[in-house]
């Protein structure tokens, strides 16, 4: 039978890891997005092997599992670095690495979205193609690709319980060390579930207004 006092008085202790959660999250987030846009502007390059770069970069952190890309970063580079990571920053490595990958296919598709004709009417008027990107191109891309930013944020958020892996300790992870110490894991689990939940629920909410608003301003 489901017993939540027998985890009440260790509740607190679970919500100490939503702090936590939104480090990891946050920092990946930006630094992905930084990491991002780098990519998909090699991928939309007339270089081809600039281009076989930023699609190999893609196809790496696409095809491979998140939980080995944290696995190899905290457990693999220290072997052949000699440097050791807290697992904090090798979630926020693996993190940033595999969400660029996946943002950068969201930009690139946002950027090819924008007429032809914008492109072209700056090369005629001799704006170098970085500042093409930067002033004319990413700006209108970007009001394109709020909704698809916004599930990416939301899958970033319930794949952050994979830092549990790495002992960080976030919600997943203090729900299983309070199974641990009261011998049931059922109540502790469900509770940081629900906790997920709202949150997903919360990011998913805010992205249907951001949508809303955008489709208002045309």
């Known amino acids: ?23 990891v999250v946050i920092v990946a987030a930006i630094a992905g997005m930084l ?12 270089n081809g ?8 970069y893609t196809a790496v952190f696409r095809g491979t599992p998140l939980i080995l890309q ?23 490595i693996a993190f940033s ?12 598709a946002g ?8 492109w072209e009417a700056a090369d ?18 970007f009001k394109n690709i709020l909704p698809a930013l916004m599930n990416e944020l939301i899958t970033l958020t319930k794949e952050s319980a994979l830092v549990s892996t790495v002992s960080v300790l976030d919600v997943m992870r203090r729900a299983q060390v309070v199974g641990g110490e009261k011998a049931l894991y059922f109540e502790p689990l469900l509770f940081a579930g629900f906790i997920y ?6 990011l998913s909410l805010i992205g249907q207004q951001v949508e809303k608003a955008m489709r208002k301003s045309g």
């Open 70 to 92: 944290l696995a190899i970063i905290h457990f693999g580079l220290p072997q052949l670095t000699g440097y050791v990571t807290t697992g904090y920053q090798s979630a926020v």
């Open 49 to 56: 092997f600039v281009r076989f770069i930023g699609h190999a």
């Open 124 to 141: 005629a008027l001799g704006i170098p193609y970085m500042k093409q990107l930067r002033s004319i191109i990413l700006p209108q891309a």
């Open 197 to 202: 939940f709202v949150l997903v629920m919360g």
């Open 1 to 23: 039978m489901i017993d939540f006092t027998k985890i009440q008085d260790s509740i607190p202790y679970i919500l100490q890891g939503i702090p936590v959660l939104f480090q």
């Open 111 to 118: 950027i090819q979205a924008v007429d032809r004709g914008q």
């Open 35 to 46: 990491i991002g846009i780098v990519v998909a502007a090699l991928k939309i390059t007339k």
């Open 97 to 108: 690495l595999n969400s660029g990958a996946y943002i950068s296919e969201i930009i690139r």
